[in-house]
């Protein structure tokens, strides 16, 4: 069902983009359309190299201070998709593109994106949204009380 959502999507974008690009072409001529978009596009992909270095500084500071990077993997998402965006010739997708390379705003969907459940087994404060265990703790130190979990086995007789 998601695939016909997103298919559906994908041309509607694509048919958006080319609508914007014969206005631009109408307005500024075809030479400078295409310039715009090769700039666009070199400018997008400097921009994408320092704010993935960033994003990817957080993402290692907090795994040593051992948090769960939750948001920093879903910005790491989001600048991936930007940078799509950013080679796709077009001036919608650009758009996108340099709206998530902005770190407020990329954060902002970030957490919206946690919130609206697209990325099911991360939550602000980390992966297990069913219990306080710290995924990155040793199990022989596991937490002291019990974390609901329990184990067994079963066999299938038919």
């Known amino acids: 069902m998601w695939f016909r959502h997103f298919l559906l999507l994908f041309i509607a974008i694509a048919i958006a983009e080319i609508y914007v690009l014969i206005g631009v072409d109408g307005l500024v001529g075809t030479g400078w359309t295409i310039f715009?978009?090769?700039l666009t596009g070199v400018i997008g992909v400097n921009l994408l190299k320092k704010q993935g270095i960033s994003v990817f500084t957080r993402f290692?500071?907090?795994?040593?201070?051992?948090?769960?990077?939750?948001e920093e993997m879903v910005e790491g998402v989001l600048l991936v998709v930007a940078g799509a965006f950013l080679i796709t010739p077009g001036f919608l997708t650009d758009t996108l593109g340099f709206l998530w390379l902005i770190p407020q705003s990329r954060d902002w969907f970030a957490k919206k994106l946690i919130k609206l459940g697209w990325f099911k087994s991360v939550n602000a404060t980390g992966f297990n949204t069913q219990s306080s265990h710290n995924p990155?703790?040793?199990?022989?130190?596991?937490?002291?009380?019990?974390?609901g979990v329990i184990e067994g086995e079963y066999?299938?007789?038919?």
Do not use: M, N, V
């Not at 290692?60 to 939750?70: E, F, R, T």
């Not at 990155?136 to 974390?147: F, L, M, R, V």
């Not at 066999?155 to 038919?158: L, V």
């Open 36 to 38: 715009l978009i090769i």
């Open 136 to 147: 990155y703790q040793p199990h022989d130190q596991s937490p002291s009380k019990e974390d």
């Open 60 to 70: 290692q500071q907090k795994l040593a201070s051992g948090q769960a990077p939750a």
């Open 155 to 158: 066999e299938r007789k038919d």
